[in-house]
């Protein structure tokens, strides 16, 4: 099944998926729509369909688009606006020994072990469990051309990475994961405020963070970056 979208860009096609158990509230269908993989991407077309509320997983791009619920809302952090809190500040201090070292290319050796720790200790309830090497893989290790990984260490050991991709605008926060041993330190929070620094350091305007979700408490994170801009009715706004 196939669907055009915007006017702007309507020689793209969208597949759209079978509906099935959505990963984020129960008792839900879900629906996504993925750009056919046929499509030659650039960065600037990646950056308008970002804008337009997609997300990149793998190989594919893609967007919820349910029948009956439009709870995953496009969320962004207006990077020259953002004024960290207390706790944000402490974040970053308490990471102030924290190696961070850009790279193009993930060791698997040493970054499968973290992430699969990772998936195992936090996300064992979600779609992601069990974790294998060649989900890893496929899922971070096709790394487009605009992709970096944002590896963080502690005296010379690897204990988490952000994968980001950045666009000619904005950066997109990917995916991040990290030794549990760790989590203390919030190397979640850490990653997001890093790459806030990163887009303001490159003239950049925005960190996309992916969907926010009311109603879904490990997507409610996300609000703790202020101010917070959502899509909704093919309108950025301010989350009030």
Wanted: glycine residues 4%; hydrophobic residues 35%.
């Amino acid at each position: 099944m196939t669907r055009d979208i915007s006017p702007d860009i309507s020689k793209i096609r969208l597949l759209l998926t079978e509906p099935h158990a959505c990963s984020y509230l129960a008792n839900h269908q879900a629906t996504t729509a993925f750009v056919d993989p046929e499509t030659e991407i650039d960065a600037e077309l990646y950056g308008r369909m970002s804008a337009l509320g997609f997300r990149r997983s793998g190989l594919y791009l893609y967007s919820p688009l349910c029948s009956a619920c439009n709870s995953c809302v496009p969320a962004r952090i207006p990077v020259n606006q953002f004024r960290p809190s207390r706790s944000q500040k402490r974040c970053l201090k308490r990471n102030g020994d924290m190696t961070v070292t850009q790279v193009k290319a993930l060791n698997y050796d040493q970054h499968y072990p973290v992430y699969e720790r990772y998936i195992s200790s936090r996300h064992d309830q979600g779609d992601m469990f069990p974790p294998s090497r060649d989900q890893f893989e496929q899922f971070l290790g096709n790394a487009w051309d605009c992709t970096r990984f944002l590896e963080f260490r502690i005296e010379g050991q690897l204990i988490g990475c952000a994968v980001v991709d950045q666009l000619p605008d904005a950066l997109s926060a990917i995916y991040t994961y990290f030794d549990p041993d760790y989590a203390e330190r919030s190397p979640g929070t850490f990653a997001v405020l890093l790459q806030i620094q990163l887009a303001q350091e490159m003239g950049l305007d925005h960190v996309y963070l992916g969907y926010w979700i009311a109603d879904c408490q490990k997507m409610s994170y996300k609000t703790n970056y202020q101010p917070l801009e959502v899509l909704e009715q093919n309108t950025w706004r301010v989350l009030g």
